[in-house]
């Protein structure tokens, strides 16, 4: 009864609407996604198997020998990680960051958590993904370092949002483009403008969502150019 009470005057409080499902989201702590959609999504637990380099969901089960998609590999990085699938809530979650600098706690525990799982402990640098002059212009913050900041206060490794440069402003993916037409438009978009900060660096690229991952493997290959000693991809999401 008094559950009941307090889950209503909560559901005043926080009129916020799921937006996948339209149902109400009963605590602010789950953001813009209601409890239902979050069971929905699929988290990586550790116990599926994953592809060894680029994190890509392979099957439900696991298996006792590393596997790999093959798709990845030309990519530049040494290995991503994501959260979970870009699906249910967090896609939405995900779409939401790019309107607004805000991550709710559900979504901040379980990024922070990944990483703490993640083979990327020895990292010496978080760099995020950074956007070009223009869409920073249009958007005023980059979401991929907002991620990085939260990262870097939890974890005390330093962020750096200088060295990382997007010099060519690509349009947004447009439907319809493929994997190749995406690699394209990135090709050669990133520059290190301060080496000697990335040199010997074990570099953490962060982004909010992996797709085709021509994005993270482009930067990845102008910081390994630069003498980054690994490049470790850190994403919310990824999609199947
Ligand atoms: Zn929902
Ligand atoms: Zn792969």
Redesign the pocket.
């Known amino acids: 009864m008094l559950d009941k009470f307090l889950d209503s005057l909560l559901t005043l409080a926080y009129p916020q609407a ?1 937006q ?4 109400s989201v009963e605590k602010s702590a789950d953001g813009v ?2 409890h ?2 979050w069971k929905k999504t699929n988290i990586f637990s550790g116990a599926e198997t994953l592809c060894a380099k680029c994190g890509a969901f392979l099957q439900a089960k696991p298996t006792s020998f590393q596997t790999f998609c093959h798709r990845c590999d030309e990519h530049f990085y040494d290995s991503a990680s994501a959260v979970g699938i870009y699906e249910h809530a967090l896609a939405v979650s995900v779409l939401h960051l790019k309107r607004e600098p805000l991550v709710a706690r559900k979504l901040r525990k379980l990024f922070v958590a990944r990483f703490q799982h993640s083979d990327f402990q020895d990292a010496t640098l978080i760099v995020p993904v950074p956007l070009s002059k223009k869409r920073f212009l249009e958007r005023s913050f980059n979401q991929a370092a907002v991620l990085s900041k939260i990262l870097a206060k939890q974890t005390k490794i330093n962020l750096d949002e200088q060295s990382l440069v997007r010099k060519i402003h690509t349009p947004m993916h447009r439907a319809g483009m493929d994997g190749k037409a995406r690699e394209l438009s990135v090709e050669n978009a990133f520059e290190v403008k301060r080496p000697k900060f990335i040199e010997g660096a074990k570099v953490l690229l962060v982004d909010d969502v992996f797709t085709s991952g021509a994005t993270v493997s482009n930067c990845a290959k102008v910081l390994k150019k630069n003498g980054a000693d690994k490049v470790y991809v850190f994403t919310l999401a990824r999609t199947l």
């Open positions: 799921c996948v499902c339209e149902s996604a209601c239902f959609c």
